[in-house]
């Protein structure tokens, strides 16, 4: 990709207000969005990344000593941080220290040209620079203020630092996750980061929505320790009404069975799920043991999960005797789900996600062809794209000061300040 073409990463004009942008109604769905991202690490820049993945333009900003910890976090290849280039993609990026005047100054008047901020300071550390929604709603009163924390902005737990971990253990998600009797289990990526990210890009869609019939921004408040523990069910229902707390049953479920993961003849393994009692029947008559189906108990999911030894036997010998390939082949004739368990190089060489082209390539001035996963979801009509992978630190600062209508002058005395 020419690096010159980064610097207009949307259509249309834009205002001071940044509140009569002008979209072109053929590009993409969120063509004339602006987004500041200030946050770092990893719920606010993600939720930010997938706004721009469907065409708002998104502007990185990182202090000018100190980038976003995620350009370091991981592998590296010729130095590059690979977990960038995935979470940088189709940011602009540039430099702003917004604890000195000159740079306080330049966020205000980049908001006053902005849709979204997003940020994920300790509360209280955007006030404390004269920066808070006070300050940045005279700027710009349709402004929306995507604030992301681990606790949230108010409670007894505010102002601890926090990070994703945190979250995955105090939602029950740990309590959960793992084999009986053995000590509870984190997930090895960030998994309660990644569904905050997903909450706060709705949540920001959400409060734009609002903003076209109300006129007015508002301030999004998203607390990391509470999307996952939404995506985890009804467990505060259950305990609330039953006092039922459930434990952890490692890849068994406590509501049907057969549902777990079978090691097969050439030391592959498969997962299966009976969520449906029609699929629990097919899977039984498949492994020949038809004659569970009619005992008492397989007529319902509980009953099924209290006998899954007995099913996990039936199943996972009839899988032990044959290598992956043929047992997939006859799931899949008889109408019974199941899937490979596999890993990275088994995901980018399955032939399904080839073809809904879920990793894509894009061509980095960095590292060349490069492979990531692409937008989240198609739209037959106005789709998203990946227009260029992470940027280097502080790529477009100039473009875009001078863009917001800076003079050399003023920049340079912006740099002199140490505020760039």
Same mark, same amino acid.
């Given at each position: 990709m020419n690096t010159d073409d980064n610097t207009t990463s949307t259509t249309g004009t834009s205002s001071r207000t940044?509140?009569?942008?002008?979209?072109?109604?053929?590009?993409?769905a969120l063509d004339g969005l602006r987004v500041l991202? *200030?946050?770092?690490?990893?719920?606010?820049?993600?939720?930010?990344?997938? *706004?721009?993945?469907?065409?708002?333009?998104? !502007?990185?900003?990182?202090?000018?000593?100190?980038?976003?910890? #995620?350009?370091?976090?991981?592998?590296?290849?010729?130095?590059?941080?690979?977990?960038?280039?995935? *979470?940088?993609?189709?940011?602009?990026? !540039?430099?702003?220290?917004?604890s000195a005047p000159g740079g306080r100054a330049t966020l205000l008047r980049l908001a006053a040209t902005a849709d979204v901020v997003i940020e994920n300071f300790r509360?209280?550390?955007?006030?404390?620079?004269?920066?808070?929604?006070?300050?940045? #709603?005279?700027?710009?009163?349709? *402004?929306?203020?995507?604030?992301?924390?681990?606790?949230?902005?108010?409670g007894p737990y505010a102002h601890r630092p926090g990070f994703g971990t945190l979250a995955e253990a105090m939602s029950g998600f740990a309590a959960v996750t793992g084999e009986p009797g053995a000590p509870p289990t984190l997930p090895p990526f960030g998994l309660a980061d990644s569904i905050a990210g997903l909450a706060t890009a709705y949540a920001v869609l959400t409060a734009l929505a609002a903003r076209e019939r109300t006129g007015a921004g508002q301030v999004v408040d998203m607390a990391i320790i509470e999307p996952i523990l939404s995506v985890l069910g009804p467990h505060p229902t259950w305990y609330d009404q039953l006092g039922y707390v459930q434990e952890r049953t490692g890849n068994r479920s406590a509501n049907n069975a057969p549902r777990n993961t079978y090691r097969t003849a050439d030391g592959s393994w498969v997962a299966v799920s009976t969520s449906a009692q029609s699929v629990a029947e097919r899977v039984l008559r498949l492994v020949g043991r038809p004659e569970l189906t009619e005992e008492p108990w397989f007529a319902t999911g509980a009953?099924?999960?209290?006998?899954?030894?007995?099913?996990?036997?039936?199943?996972? #010998?009839? !899988?032990?005797a044959r290598p992956r390939a043929e047992v997939l082949?006859?799931?899949?004739?008889?109408?019974?789900?199941?899937?490979?368990?596999?890993?990275?190089?088994?995901?980018?060489?399955?032939?399904?996600?080839?073809?809904?082209?879920?990793?894509?390539?894009?061509?980095?001035?960095?590292?060349?062809?490069?492979?990531?996963?692409n937008v989240l979801f198609r739209l037959s009509a106005t789709p998203g794209a990946i227009r260029w992978a992470?940027?280097?630190?502080?790529?477009?600062?100039?473009?875009?000061?001078?863009?917001?209508?800076?003079?050399?002058?003023? !920049?340079?005395?912006?740099?002199?300040?140490?505020?760039?």
């Open positions: 940044g509140t009569t942008r002008t979209a072109d109604r053929t590009g993409p991202d *200030l946050a770092t690490l990893f719920a606010g820049p993600m939720a930010a990344t997938l *706004l721009g993945d469907f065409g708002a333009e998104v !502007i990185k900003v990182e202090h000018p000593r100190r980038p976003d910890p #995620s350009r370091g976090h991981g592998p590296a290849r010729q130095g590059v941080g690979l977990w960038w280039k995935v *979470l940088g993609r189709n940011k602009r990026t !540039i430099t702003l220290d917004l509360p209280g550390t955007l006030e404390k620079w004269d920066l808070g929604w006070p300050e940045l #709603s005279a700027a710009n009163p349709r *402004l929306v203020l995507a604030r992301v924390t681990a606790f949230g902005q108010f009953g099924r999960a209290a006998h899954a030894d007995v099913l996990d036997e039936a199943v996972g #010998s009839w !899988i032990a082949a006859a799931f899949e004739k008889a109408e019974a789900a199941a899937a490979p368990v596999q890993d990275v190089r088994d995901v980018l060489a399955d032939p399904q996600y080839q073809a809904l082209d879920t990793v894509t390539t894009v061509d980095d001035p960095d590292l060349g062809p490069l492979r990531m996963q992470g940027r280097p630190h502080g790529a477009d600062t100039e473009a875009v000061l001078t863009e917001l209508g800076l003079a050399p002058a003023e !920049i340079a005395a912006l740099r002199a300040e140490g505020a760039l």
